[in-house]
Structures are given as structure tokens and as C-alpha cells.
């Protein structure tokens, strides 16, 4: 998951944004970015356009989320819909299990969770407001 770099689209005109910007941090999104840029369905896409304020369990404080792409599509029935899209691995939307020895693992993992969690919550406040939709794709969506 360590792998990172510049995407370069096809279709330029119908990304949102600087074109020469487009940063993946992962095969997974570089794999999705392909998918916007390519697919006649998706209009129009960004990735980390829009920012989403939440607030952070770990030092309740107010920080800054931005969600890895928003698109705006074309639905089988020819309507458009716009999505806010999280890309993650499948480990990180899930709660950690508790092993029988706490570890400073354990916990991190537990403070990416309730931070992940707290992003996410906010996440789907802000879509609902304005009628999208928000969701998360891990490697079972993908693959």
C-alpha cells in the first residue's frame, strides 16, 4: 500500500481541479482514479478537492478531512448522482480485534478506527445535507 504518485489523466476535462495535481498514495486509488478517468459513467471527478471539518476523538478538536474523490455520475436510469468516495484498506473499516496482550499496535490501531470513524460520521452529515451520497471502497469493492 506504500506505493504513491502523479496521475495523469486521458480524459483531463473531466477531472475538477489541477490536472497536474492529482496524487494517488495507493494502487487502490491510482486504480480508481483509472477507473473515473476512463469509464463513460463518471462525468466528472476530483480527489481531495473538498474538505470536511470533524472533530477528532483523540484530542477533541476540530481538524480537517479530505475525502479521497467526489464524482458525479451518470445512474443506469440516466439521472446524476453525486458520491463522496473513501478508498481504505478493508482492516481500517473495521473495529480491531482486541488480542490477548494489548500492544502499542492495538492501540494505534484502535486510534486510526475511532479517527477513521469520526471522519466517516462527518463525512455522511455533509452528504446527506446536500442529497450525495458517501461510501467507502476497500479491496473487496475493488478486486
Excluded at 3 to 30: A, C, H, M
Excluded at 82 to 104: A, G, W
Excluded at 124 to 140: A, D, I, Q, S
Aim: charged share 30%.
Amino acid at each position: 500500500m506504500a506505493y504513491k504518485g502523479i496521475y495523469k489523466p486521458i480524459n483531463p476535462t473531466k477531472y475538477v481541479g489541477d490536472v497536474n495535481r492529482i496524487q494517488y498514495r495507493s494502487l487502490w486509488e491510482r486504480t480508481v482514479m483509472k477507473f473515473f478517468d476512463q469509464s463513460s459513467a463518471i462525468l466528472k471527478w476530483s480527489s481531495e478537492e473538498i474538505v470536511v471539518p470533524y472533530i477528532s476523538p483523540k484530542d477533541n478538536r476540530q481538524h480537517k478531512y479530505y475525502p479521497d474523490f467526489v464524482i458525479l455520475a451518470k445512474t443506469k436510469e440516466g439521472k446524476e448522482k453525486i458520491t463522496m468516495i473513501e478508498v481504505k484498506p478493508l482492516s481500517q473499516t473495521l473495529p480491531p480485534k482486541q488480542p490477548k496482550k494489548r500492544t502499542r499496535k492495538y492501540f494505534a490501531m484502535c486510534a486510526t478506527y475511532a479517527i477513521n470513524m469520526a471522519k466517516w460520521d462527518a463525512a455522511t452529515k455533509f452528504c446527506n445535507v446536500r442529497h450525495w451520497e458517501f461510501k467507502k471502497l476497500t479491496e473487496k469493492d475493488l478486486y
